[in-house]
């Protein structure tokens, strides 16, 4: 690796893993690694190990074009600004224009699959934004995560205490995928040194309704799980009743009613592709995460 990689959101989740598989899994050199966060100071261990840091405020214009200055490959981890509509879109649109303004040579981007018809309430922030980076005229790397595996860790729980998992999916489908294997195949596309631009959409290797992850859910925990299939409406008001803020609970409705369109009914190779493995399996994952489920 000859060129220098930043990473927006590095103390985040995702970001802190992906830099772990640069580091680790395809040996990029620390000195090529920048780190980039709104507090810095999140980021102490990073900077330990030899990454530098940097201060990346999406609200500010400035910090980001100055924190991409000396850039050749800049991966925009999307914000969790979800709360005020528009907010997101806006805040990505900044890091682009200060892209461009620092002479970045490669953009990517974490994005989800098909925003252009997807039902999520954020999928207009993901299609406006790689709308942004594909009119820039730099060349760019799309990466299209689908709905994590790690966002059963949330709701799951209290599922297997009552013993009845409410959800508007109906029998739509959806090919999980783990954080973890996200971030290694965005740490493999970032690393690869190429000059195209690509568009990848990462899934898990089989697609399942939500009778069929219940069912892998008790296979790996040994706790029974009924599937209750309840409207939009219900599903909101139980969300809300719950405590759940108003645009979270708006979120996860939109997210079942995409995956009964059959929206999220995609399976691909690309995770495959880009790091020569297979990704994990619901079953593993589960597994892995018992503790967590059963707690």
């Known amino acids: ?42 980021l102490a261990d990073l900077a330990a190990s030899g990454v530098a840091t940097r201060k990346a405020d ?3 214009a400035a910090s980001l074009e100055a924190a991409f200055k000396g850039v050749d490959r800049l991966l925009i981890i999307s914000t969790d600004a979800l709360a005020v509509p528009g907010q997101r879109l806006k805040q990505h649109t900044a890091a682009v224009n200060a892209a461009v303004k620092a002479g970045v040579k490669h953009i990517a981007y974490t994005s989800m699959p098909s925003p252009d018809k997807s039902l999520v309430t954020f999928a207009p922030d993901h299609l406006g934004t790689e709308n942004a980076i594909k009119t820039t005229g730099i060349a760019y790397t799309i990466i299209r995560n689908a709905w994590y595996m790690d966002n059963y860790l949330h709701g799951m729980p209290h599922n297997l205490q ?14 999980n995928i783990s954080r973890e294997d996200c971030a290694r195949a965005i740490a493999a596309a970032i690393a690869s040194d190429t000059k195209e631009s690509a568009t990848y959409t990462l899934t898990g290797a089989e697609s399942l309704s939500a009778s069929q992850i219940a069912a892998v859910l008790t296979a790996a925990v040994g706790k029974p799980l009924q599937v209750v299939n309840v409207t939009d409406e219900q599903l909101g008001q139980g969300m809300r009743g719950a405590g759940l803020p108003g645009f979270v609970a708006d979120m996860l409705v939109s997210a079942d009613a995409n995956i009964r369109a059959g929206n999220f009914n995609l399976v691909t190779a690309d995770y495959e592709k880009l790091t020569g493995r297979k990704p994990e399996t619901l079953k593993d994952f589960f597994l892995a995460h018992k503790s967590a489920l059963v707690a």
């Open 1 to 42: 690796m000859s060129e220098t990689i930043l990473i927006t959101g590095a103390a985040g989740q995702l970001g802190q893993r992906v830099i772990h598989h640069l580091l680790g899994t395809e040996k990029v050199p620390a000195a090529k690694i920048i780190a980039a966060t709104r507090d810095p100071a999140k």
């Open 58 to 60: 999406f609200d500010d």
């Open 162 to 175: 009552s013993g009845s998992w409410y959800t508007g999916s109906g029998e739509g489908k959806v090919a």
